[in-house]
């Protein structure tokens, strides 16, 4: 808890969300965090598809893709589907 | 007292008082299933719907946790939402009785008090909502039909002040006053309407940062009851203590405002005297059984006993000024229960009254009366009895048994 929490008397009541829930930057519930091998990786997307945050994004213009860790909550799904074993969990 | 409007008088059990009640308070929906004694609230209220009496949306659902569920959900877009229920309905509700109260849903319900099983028995006790005083609903025990109809009126009223916004719970006991027809007078339709009048929502700050209604609506979404962590779980449950705060002076404001209306009060709205100001031995006591007492207060005081009855009228919020006020000079005080609170040395109420007379410098003796567990009568005589105890006890200034259970086969 920090200090600049709402006190009782400032939140609106029923846990009515003051903020977007994209503003609620879960990503840091994580123990693991995905390590990509690009090298292994064959941009098949299925870690796309798999990712139940839809934390892992298709970069076009890269042609690639980028984890996003502001949400990715460590599950290792995507390293579990993976079907070349390009991703590693790893203490993050 | 003579009321402001022309009132016709039915003759009307608890039940029908209750369900011509919420029949004239412009009820959007009732969600409910059917459990003795409680059955006749609905049935009638079916039977105004299917008259064309009524524009309310009668939805049977398959269980009383789908009943105040659906209750829920359609409070929390702003309708006005009723349902009724007793015993092990209440019971089934209980996980969605805190959702409610949590979600700030102002739903009224009935309750016909009845025992829960086990040995299944649909008679006539607190048991049932007793077991739900933490839920956070406002609790109001009536002592007869009359005071059912009025209840439920006020009932809307109290629980949709947005200063409380909170749902309330009209206990009537169940068969005593359910099943018992009485001369109930009652208000126009229009006068009733005009009362409660519609909802009003206070603004809050959305996601967006915008000052919208309080209530689920499509043109400007917010989110009721999502999840809140160990760091503001607490916050909103502070909420709900100040509001049940606020709701001590708001049921006595709506109390006072229907009473120039109808021309009946009970007490203030939250505790009704009775001999309480010179009285030197009193009972404390919820629901119909007052009625006796009081019966019994006039013999004892017309033979010079200085006899006296509290009548708790609102359990939640519990008003403890007003109850330190009205016993603060009595010598000897007997609380009657009539639910049990196994293993905690006596009923609930009993617990509450003494709790509150603890800050006395100088304190009444207060002991506990469990009696009606299951519909068992309590007659004029075994009240007597409890006189009689408490002034032994001034007497011998000493206290033999602190519970007590009134008609027991020892």
Known sequence: MTAKEKSWKEIAPAGVCWKSSTEFLTGDWKTYMPVRDPEKCTRCLLCVIFCPDGAIHWKPEKEDIEFDFNFCKGCGICANECPTKAIEMKLG | MKGNVKQEVLALNGDEAVAYAAK??????VAAYPITPQTIIVERFSE?????????????????HSALTACLAASATGARAFT???????????EMLFVTSGCRAPVVMAIANRALSA??????DHSDTMAQRDSGWIQIYVENAQEAYDSVIQAFRIAENPEVLLPAIVGLDGFTLSHTLENVGVLPDDA??????????????????????????????????????PNYYFEFKRQQEEAMKNALSVIRQVHDEYAQLSGRRYGDGLLEPYHMDDAEFATV????????????????????????????????????EGIVEALKNVKAVAVM????????????????????????????????????????????????????DLQKIIKTKSVEKLVNYVGLRE
């Open chain 2, 24 to 29: 004239q308070s412009d009820v959007d929906i």
């Open chain 2, 84 to 94: 009724a229920s007793a015993s092990a309905g209440l019971a089934l509700m209980h």
């Open chain 2, 337 to 388: 229960d009539r639910s049990m609170s196994f293993g905690s040395h006596g009923g609930p109420v009993f617990h509450e009254v003494r709790h509150a007379l603890y800050d006395l410098g100088k304190r009444p003796y207060v002991v506990n009366y469990v009696y009606g567990l299951g519909g068992r009568d309590t007659s004029p005589t075994q009240i007597r009895g409890i006189y009689e």
């Open chain 2, 48 to 64: 105004y719907v299917a008259n064309g009496e009524v524009e309310t949306e009668f939805v049977c659902t398959e269980s009383e």
């Open chain 2, 119 to 124: 040995p299944l028995n649909i008679h006539g």
């Open chain 2, 285 to 320: 006591c919820l629901g119909s059984t007052a009625g006796t007492v009081k019966a019994v207060v006039d013999e004892l005081r017309a033979e010079g006993v200085k006899a006296g009855l509290l009548r708790m009228r609102t359990f939640r919020p519990l008003p403890v």
């Open chain 2, 192 to 229: 009733v309407k005009k009362f409660v009048g519609t909802r009003q929502f206070p603004l809050i700050t959305n996601h967006k940062g915008k000052k919208v209604p309080f209530r689920l609506d499509p043109e400007n979404p917010t989110t009721m009851g999502p999840i809140a962590l």
